[in-house]
């Protein structure tokens, strides 16, 4: 008798093929030149296109953030991030941890971030969502969603699960501690 190969059952569905990071990393050459996308639950995203407001904006975070941390924090901007084996997003800012190899041979990880920052100009809805759960999750410590047109900034601490404890929303007038450093941070030096 000879053996029976089992026949695959038919899926009246189709299913999604999800990607790992890795595999993401070895696609790399596909996305020269194409919009910007990132690697989230294992789905490639398309990023919403930067314009001069979303530009100006993290222009000015990031000259703001080198004057009070380049010594203390590497910067990264608009950079990947792994946050889990089928997660690589590029947030606009990443305040990371100083190490000698500069991160050359691998990506940060949760460990490895002070700070994360999205500036949302077309994307706020998505960066409450789906970035603040991943970004949670990984136990980023900070994570700051600036909001240029409605000229506020959503502070989001203390990561637990997938959310964070504390949310706090500030604007031009106002000031926070940025707990990493024990630093007074002012909304009208960082916003447009």
Do not use: C
Request: net charge negative; charged share 25%.
């Amino acid at each position: 008798m000879t053996p029976q190969t089992a026949i695959p059952e038919k899926r009246s569905e189709p299913h999604l093929w999800l990607f790992s990071a890795e595999d993401y990393q070895k696609m790399r050459a596909i996305f020269l030149g194409k919009p910007r996308v990132e690697l989230i639950d294992g789905q490639i995203i398309m990023m919403s296109p930067m314009g001069p407001l979303h530009n100006s904006q993290v222009d000015k975070l990031l000259y703001h953030l080198y004057q009070m941390f380049s010594d203390e924090a590497q910067l990264r901007i608009q950079g990947s991030i792994r946050i889990d084996d089928f997660s690589e997003p590029q947030p606009d800012i990443a305040l990371l941890k100083l190490r000698a190899d500069k991160y050359k041979n691998k990506l940060p990880t949760g460990k490895d971030i002070h700070l994360l920052v999205e500036v949302a100009v077309e994307s706020a809805d998505y960066d409450r969502t789906v970035k603040t759960k991943k970004y949670a999750t990984a136990g980023v410590p900070e994570y700051w969603i600036v909001l240029p047109e409605l000229e506020q900034i959503e502070v989001y601490r203390q990561p637990q699960g997938d959310a964070y404890l504390q949310k706090q929303t500030y604007r031009r007038g106002d000031s926070w501690t940025f707990e990493a450093f024990q630093l007074a941070i002012k909304a009208a030096d960082i916003l447009v």
